[in-house]
């Protein structure tokens, strides 16, 4: 362990819910991960944890904010390292992708990192028009108000990955090696989906799926419920404060099992690196 995580996840996808529940198992200490140590630079997630336990979801992150909070962790099997999570505004990966440009301080994120999480919520993420929802009769009757012409979210996401892989490629450029990639299917308990998560993927984002299978030999693809149901900003769930926010939330394994670990995607994603090191 020692490596550290690169969290990618636009605005509204569920980084700071994931975040604070996830700190919670850590202090917990019942999951393959457990907090060994003082944690630092806590207070970006005070407030979620606040909500959580009162049975409210928290507030979208301020856009300019970026917080890296450093956990020592511990695994189950001995080994112990340093996991460095941050908390940050997802506007600011939107605004990479659209303008094209990463700025110093995310380059050297990208650059020190070998382990890639991506978090997508798959019910934020719109389809764009093919023959079959737009049919070639419909495309004579253009229509004049039609809005700005956008990339497409599986166009985004994919153009997302090429810009970091380029970035990384460039600081080591001998080795055109890919870092190691999990994607995290966020929100799960709202896709009402029974298959696997790569299966969710498929049938919601075919080409960004097909783009991850043919780059990657075995992206790992996830499912996670952080919260495990939707919680409302202004409204208390009783349950959920009087059983405790730690009792909620899961993580659906690439196999399509259902886990109540949600430190398992981090141990995967760390394994995988450390095997890739090894072969
Ligand atoms: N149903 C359900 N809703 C969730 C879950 N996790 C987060 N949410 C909701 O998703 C919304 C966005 O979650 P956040 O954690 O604030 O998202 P974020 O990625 O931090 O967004 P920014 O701070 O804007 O970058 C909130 O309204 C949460 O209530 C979950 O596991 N299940
Ligand atoms: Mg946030």
Not at 29 to 42: E, S, V
Not at 182 to 208: H, I, Q
Request: overall charge negative; hydrophobic content about 35%; glycine content about 8%.
């Amino acid at each position: 362990m020692g490596d550290s995580i690169l969290l990618l996840g636009e605005s509204g996808v569920g980084k700071t819910h994931y975040g604070a529940q996830l700190l919670r198992r850590l202090i917990k200490g019942d999951c393959r991960l457990r907090m060994d140590g003082q944690a630092t630079n806590l207070e970006s997630f005070e407030a979620a944890l606040e909500s959580l336990s009162e049975g409210k979801a928290a507030d979208h992150t301020a856009t300019s904010t970026y917080v890296d909070s450093v956990w020592p962790v511990s695994h189950e099997n001995g080994t112990s390292g340093q996991l460095i999570w941050p908390e940050y505004g997802g506007e600011q990966i939107r605004s990479m992708i659209d303008s094209r440009r990463v700025s110093s301080a995310w380059r050297n994120r990208v650059q020190n990192t070998n382990g890639w999480m991506l978090m997508i919520r798959l019910q934020q993420t719109q389809l764009g028009d093919d023959i079959l929802s737009r049919p070639l009769s419909d495309l004579g009757k253009a229509n004049l108000e039609n809005p700005v012409h956008q990339i497409s979210d599986q166009a985004r996401l994919i153009e997302l990955l090429q810009m970091l892989i380029h970035i990384k490629n460039m600081s080591y450029p001998g080795q055109s090696g890919k870092p190691q990639l999990a994607v995290l299917l966020t929100c799960w308990d709202e896709l009402g989906f029974d298959g696997t998560p790569s299966d969710a993927l498929r049938d919601r984002l075919p080409m960004f799926w097909a783009y991850l299978s043919s780059n990657w030999r075995s992206p790992c693809i996830m499912g996670l419920s952080a919260l495990g149901r939707p919680l409302n900003p202004h409204t208390s769930d009783n349950d959920y404060s009087s059983r405790g926010p730690e009792y909620f939330g899961f993580v659906v394994t690439p196999d399509g099992a259902h886990s109540p670990d949600l430190t398992l995607p981090i141990h995967l994603l760390l394994d995988g690196q450390s095997q890739q090191r090894v072969a």
